[in-house]
């Protein structure tokens, strides 16, 4: 495992306090976030399991798989969750000039809005996800790479950039999965936005833990929402 750390320190909260770690709430409510789809198989699967417990969370889409993957993008539409832009091509944010990297997230940016306003489907009426919410710009950067020029660009053309109070390490190959369970369990609190990724890379340790985090949460009164939901 890396140096970064499963829970966000509060340190790093201030220090970045225009970027959104977690959500201030007296609520029961996680906030359920997936990086890198969509992805065949694995977003579909995540969408099914979703399902099974009434839970909304907010993929963070790669605009390119997004292009390759039209019909998977449009499934999590149809099933009321909330997308942010993850970039176009998945992009490191610290190794490339502000120019470049806003070009980027514009082109994936594009990609999003053109299939939410070329598609036909239909929110359920449970979902706390409308049409007029999914047009809200939500970033997250790829590997959390992003400077502060870049990132005062982005606020300035009205992104909100979703960073994470817990990280599951799903991605990381030396982590087991009882561990990627564990370091969602013991760090997720109310308001806690959660990382996982939809992606062939992390769907061993990622289709362990989800069904387990949603059925232990849900148990004991918690409720799942897009981070839409919050504005």
Wanted: with cysteine; proline share 4%; glycine share 4%.
């Amino acid at each position: 495992m890396t140096l970064t750390p499963i829970k966000t320190p509060l340190v790093a909260k201030k220090l970045f306090p225009n970027y959104i770690w977690d959500i201030s709430t007296t609520e029961k409510v996680i906030y359920l976030t997936f990086d890198d789809g969509p992805t065949p198989e694995i977003t579909n699967w995540t969408l099914d399991v979703l399902n099974q417990f009434n839970a909304k969370a907010t993929f963070f889409c790669i605009g390119n798989n997004i292009e390759k993957h039209p019909e998977i993008f449009k499934g999590i539409l149809n099933d009321g969750h909330a997308i942010g832009n993850h970039t176009h091509n998945h992009i490191k944010g610290w190794t490339t000039k502000a120019k470049d990297y806003l070009k980027n997230i514009k082109d994936a940016q594009e990609v999003i809005t053109a299939q939410i306003s070329n598609s036909e489907f239909h929110v359920h009426k449970s979902s706390i996800v409308n049409q007029k919410s999914l047009i809200i710009n939500l970033f997250r950067p790829p590997y959390g790479q992003i400077t502060p020029k870049q990132g005062k660009k982005l606020i300035a053309l009205d992104y909100k950039i979703i960073m994470w109070d817990v990280l599951s390490f799903d991605w990381d190959k030396n982590v087991e999965q009882e561990q990627c369970l564990e370091n969602v369990l013991t760090n997720t609190t109310a308001g806690s936005i959660i990382v996982f990724h939809d992606s062939i890379k992390a769907s061993r340790n990622m289709q362990y833990t989800l069904p387990k985090i949603l059925k232990h949460f849900s148990e004991i009164g918690y409720r799942f929402e897009t981070l839409n939901s919050a504005y």
